[in-house]
T-cell receptor
Framework: AQKITQTQPGMFVQEKEAVTLDCTYD???????LFWYKQPSSGEMIFLIY??????QNATEGRYSLNFQKARKSANLVISASQLGDSAMYFC???????????FGRGTSLIVHP | NAGVMQNPRHLVRRRGQEARLRCSPM?????VYWYRQLPEEGLKFMVY????????ESGMPKERFSAEFPKEGPSILRIQQVVRGDSAAYFC??????????????FGAGTRLSVL
Protein backbone atom coordinates (compact mmCIF):
# COMPACT_ATOMS: atom_id res chain seq x y z
CA ALA A 1 0.00 0.00 0.00
CA GLN A 2 1.12 3.53 -0.74
CA LYS A 3 1.69 5.95 2.08
CA ILE A 4 2.22 9.71 2.13
CA THR A 5 3.55 11.45 5.22
CA GLN A 6 3.39 15.16 5.85
CA THR A 7 5.02 15.65 9.24
CA GLN A 8 4.31 19.36 9.64
CA PRO A 9 0.73 19.97 10.71
CA GLY A 10 1.32 23.72 10.71
CA MET A 11 3.92 26.12 9.33
CA PHE A 12 4.40 29.86 9.66
CA VAL A 13 6.40 32.07 7.32
CA GLN A 14 7.00 35.77 6.94
CA GLU A 15 5.74 37.40 3.78
CA LYS A 16 8.33 37.44 0.98
CA GLU A 17 10.36 34.65 2.55
CA ALA A 18 10.70 31.12 1.17
CA VAL A 19 9.16 28.10 2.89
CA THR A 20 9.57 24.36 2.44
CA LEU A 21 6.72 21.94 3.08
CA ASP A 22 7.84 18.37 3.68
CA CYS A 23 6.47 15.24 2.07
CA THR A 24 7.79 11.71 2.21
CA TYR A 25 6.27 8.72 0.51
CA ASP A 26 6.52 4.99 0.61
CA UNK A 27 6.15 2.86 -2.49
CA UNK A 28 7.76 -0.18 -4.06
CA UNK A 29 6.89 1.03 -7.55
CA UNK A 30 9.66 2.35 -9.77
CA UNK A 31 7.29 4.54 -11.76
CA UNK A 32 5.02 6.98 -10.00
CA UNK A 33 3.78 10.54 -10.03
CA LEU A 34 3.91 13.10 -7.24
CA PHE A 35 1.52 16.01 -6.90
CA TRP A 36 0.94 19.00 -4.69
CA TYR A 37 -2.43 20.65 -4.21
CA LYS A 38 -3.43 23.82 -2.36
CA GLN A 39 -6.68 24.12 -0.46
CA PRO A 40 -7.47 27.70 0.64
CA SER A 41 -10.11 28.47 3.23
CA SER A 42 -12.72 28.67 0.47
CA GLY A 43 -12.32 24.91 0.13
CA GLU A 44 -11.43 24.20 -3.46
CA MET A 45 -8.45 21.98 -4.31
CA ILE A 46 -6.02 23.69 -6.65
CA PHE A 47 -3.40 21.71 -8.56
CA LEU A 48 0.06 23.23 -8.12
CA ILE A 49 2.80 21.00 -9.47
CA TYR A 50 3.60 17.51 -10.76
CA UNK A 51 6.81 15.45 -10.66
CA UNK A 52 7.31 12.14 -12.42
CA UNK A 53 9.62 9.62 -10.80
CA UNK A 54 11.73 9.40 -13.95
CA UNK A 55 11.97 13.13 -14.48
CA UNK A 56 15.58 14.17 -14.16
CA GLN A 57 14.86 17.80 -13.41
CA ASN A 58 12.99 19.06 -10.39
CA ALA A 59 9.61 20.44 -11.42
CA THR A 60 9.01 24.18 -11.23
CA GLU A 61 5.85 26.22 -11.74
CA GLY A 62 6.32 29.92 -11.11
CA ARG A 63 7.03 30.39 -7.41
CA TYR A 64 6.56 26.68 -6.72
CA SER A 65 9.29 24.12 -7.06
CA LEU A 66 9.48 20.52 -6.03
CA ASN A 67 12.65 19.33 -4.31
CA PHE A 68 12.59 15.70 -5.43
CA GLN A 69 15.04 13.36 -3.71
CA LYS A 70 14.26 9.92 -5.04
CA ALA A 71 16.67 7.97 -2.84
CA ARG A 72 15.16 9.57 0.25
CA LYS A 73 11.63 9.22 -1.12
CA SER A 74 10.92 12.84 -0.45
CA ALA A 75 9.09 15.42 -2.55
CA ASN A 76 9.19 18.69 -0.66
CA LEU A 77 7.35 21.73 -1.97
CA VAL A 78 9.28 25.00 -1.95
CA ILE A 79 7.36 28.25 -2.18
CA SER A 80 9.55 31.23 -2.88
CA ALA A 81 8.67 34.82 -2.00
CA SER A 82 5.60 33.90 0.06
CA GLN A 83 2.48 35.98 -0.34
CA LEU A 84 -0.46 36.43 2.01
CA GLY A 85 -2.60 34.55 -0.49
CA ASP A 86 -0.42 31.48 -0.02
CA SER A 87 -2.03 30.89 3.37
CA ALA A 88 -3.83 27.56 2.90
CA MET A 89 -3.68 23.82 3.47
CA TYR A 90 -1.21 22.02 1.23
CA PHE A 91 -1.60 18.38 0.30
CA CYS A 92 1.01 16.08 -1.14
CA UNK A 93 -0.22 13.11 -3.20
CA UNK A 94 1.25 10.19 -5.10
CA UNK A 95 -0.03 7.92 -7.86
CA UNK A 96 1.86 4.65 -8.34
CA UNK A 97 2.71 3.60 -11.85
CA UNK A 98 -0.30 2.84 -14.01
CA UNK A 99 -2.72 3.94 -11.31
CA UNK A 100 -5.15 6.79 -11.56
CA UNK A 101 -5.84 6.88 -7.84
CA UNK A 102 -3.60 9.23 -5.90
CA UNK A 103 -3.02 8.72 -2.20
CA PHE A 104 -3.13 11.98 -0.28
CA GLY A 105 -1.26 13.04 2.83
CA ARG A 106 -3.05 14.67 5.76
CA GLY A 107 -1.89 18.11 4.75
CA THR A 108 0.13 21.00 6.14
CA SER A 109 -1.45 24.29 7.15
CA LEU A 110 0.63 27.27 6.02
CA ILE A 111 0.10 30.72 7.46
CA VAL A 112 1.89 33.66 5.89
CA HIS A 113 2.42 36.62 8.21
CA PRO A 114 2.63 40.20 6.90
CA ASN B 1 -15.82 29.25 -16.02
CA ALA B 2 -14.30 26.22 -17.68
CA GLY B 3 -13.36 24.48 -14.43
CA VAL B 4 -14.95 21.52 -12.68
CA MET B 5 -18.37 22.58 -11.44
CA GLN B 6 -19.94 21.05 -8.38
CA ASN B 7 -23.31 21.80 -6.91
CA PRO B 8 -24.61 22.43 -4.46
CA ARG B 9 -21.73 23.92 -2.48
CA HIS B 10 -23.51 23.18 0.76
CA LEU B 11 -26.17 20.57 1.40
CA VAL B 12 -28.04 19.92 4.62
CA ARG B 13 -30.00 16.72 5.05
CA ARG B 14 -31.76 15.03 7.94
CA ARG B 15 -30.94 11.46 8.82
CA GLY B 16 -32.69 9.06 6.46
CA GLN B 17 -32.98 11.50 3.55
CA GLU B 18 -31.22 11.21 0.23
CA ALA B 19 -28.33 13.42 -0.87
CA ARG B 20 -27.54 14.06 -4.53
CA LEU B 21 -24.26 15.70 -5.43
CA ARG B 22 -23.59 16.87 -8.98
CA CYS B 23 -20.37 17.32 -10.89
CA SER B 24 -19.74 18.67 -14.37
CA PRO B 25 -16.18 17.95 -15.52
CA MET B 26 -13.94 20.38 -17.31
CA UNK B 27 -14.62 20.75 -20.98
CA UNK B 28 -12.86 17.99 -22.89
CA UNK B 29 -12.45 15.75 -19.84
CA UNK B 30 -14.13 12.37 -19.92
CA UNK B 31 -12.82 10.94 -16.66
CA VAL B 32 -14.48 11.78 -13.36
CA TYR B 33 -13.42 10.89 -9.83
CA TRP B 34 -15.18 11.35 -6.52
CA TYR B 35 -13.39 11.80 -3.19
CA ARG B 36 -14.46 12.32 0.38
CA GLN B 37 -12.63 14.54 2.85
CA LEU B 38 -13.21 14.29 6.56
CA PRO B 39 -12.08 17.13 8.87
CA GLU B 40 -8.32 17.30 9.39
CA GLU B 41 -7.71 14.59 6.80
CA GLY B 42 -6.67 14.27 3.20
CA LEU B 43 -8.90 13.11 0.41
CA LYS B 44 -10.02 9.50 0.17
CA PHE B 45 -10.82 8.04 -3.22
CA MET B 46 -14.35 6.75 -3.71
CA VAL B 47 -15.09 6.06 -7.36
CA TYR B 48 -13.79 6.57 -10.89
CA UNK B 49 -16.13 6.87 -13.83
CA UNK B 50 -16.09 7.44 -17.53
CA UNK B 51 -19.18 8.19 -19.58
CA UNK B 52 -21.78 5.50 -18.83
CA UNK B 53 -19.19 3.30 -17.11
CA UNK B 54 -17.98 2.78 -13.57
CA UNK B 55 -14.31 1.95 -13.87
CA UNK B 56 -13.34 1.59 -10.22
CA GLU B 57 -15.59 1.84 -7.19
CA SER B 58 -13.20 0.24 -4.73
CA GLY B 59 -13.40 3.20 -2.36
CA MET B 60 -17.16 3.40 -2.29
CA PRO B 61 -19.11 2.04 0.69
CA LYS B 62 -21.01 -1.04 -0.40
CA GLU B 63 -24.36 0.21 0.79
CA ARG B 64 -26.30 3.45 0.33
CA PHE B 65 -23.72 5.04 -2.01
CA SER B 66 -23.93 5.02 -5.79
CA ALA B 67 -22.49 7.04 -8.64
CA GLU B 68 -23.24 7.54 -12.30
CA PHE B 69 -21.91 9.51 -15.22
CA PRO B 70 -24.56 9.43 -17.93
CA LYS B 71 -24.00 10.06 -21.59
CA GLU B 72 -25.59 13.47 -21.19
CA GLY B 73 -25.43 15.61 -18.10
CA PRO B 74 -23.32 15.74 -14.96
CA SER B 75 -21.96 12.95 -12.85
CA ILE B 76 -24.11 12.23 -9.79
CA LEU B 77 -23.01 10.88 -6.43
CA ARG B 78 -26.06 9.62 -4.57
CA ILE B 79 -26.19 8.83 -0.88
CA GLN B 80 -29.37 7.17 0.29
CA GLN B 81 -30.64 7.19 3.87
CA VAL B 82 -27.88 9.50 5.06
CA VAL B 83 -26.41 9.11 8.53
CA ARG B 84 -24.43 11.60 10.59
CA GLY B 85 -21.19 9.85 9.65
CA ASP B 86 -21.76 10.85 6.03
CA SER B 87 -21.12 14.49 6.95
CA ALA B 88 -18.02 15.48 5.02
CA ALA B 89 -16.77 17.42 2.04
CA TYR B 90 -17.20 15.57 -1.24
CA PHE B 91 -14.93 16.52 -4.08
CA CYS B 92 -15.18 15.73 -7.73
CA UNK B 93 -12.19 15.80 -10.05
CA UNK B 94 -11.81 15.34 -13.75
CA UNK B 95 -8.95 14.57 -16.08
CA UNK B 96 -8.40 14.27 -19.80
CA UNK B 97 -6.51 11.02 -19.36
CA UNK B 98 -6.98 7.91 -17.32
CA UNK B 99 -4.92 4.94 -16.21
CA UNK B 100 -1.68 6.80 -15.91
CA UNK B 101 0.47 8.07 -13.09
CA UNK B 102 0.72 11.34 -15.05
CA UNK B 103 -2.97 11.70 -14.49
CA UNK B 104 -3.33 15.28 -13.29
CA UNK B 105 -6.76 15.67 -11.81
CA UNK B 106 -8.49 19.02 -11.56
CA PHE B 107 -10.86 19.46 -8.69
CA GLY B 108 -14.11 21.25 -8.16
CA ALA B 109 -14.83 23.39 -5.10
CA GLY B 110 -16.55 20.52 -3.31
CA THR B 111 -19.94 19.94 -1.70
CA ARG B 112 -20.13 20.19 2.06
CA LEU B 113 -22.73 17.75 3.28
CA SER B 114 -24.12 18.19 6.77
CA VAL B 115 -26.42 15.55 8.18
CA LEU B 116 -28.59 16.67 11.07
Amino acid sequence: AQKITQTQPGMFVQEKEAVTLDCTYDTSDQSYGLFWYKQPSSGEMIFLIYQGSYDEQNATEGRYSLNFQKARKSANLVISASQLGDSAMYFCAMSPGGSYIPTFGRGTSLIVHP
Amino acid sequence: NAGVMQNPRHLVRRRGQEARLRCSPMKGHSHVYWYRQLPEEGLKFMVYLQKENIIDESGMPKERFSAEFPKEGPSILRIQQVVRGDSAAYFCASSPLGGSDKNIQYFGAGTRLSVL
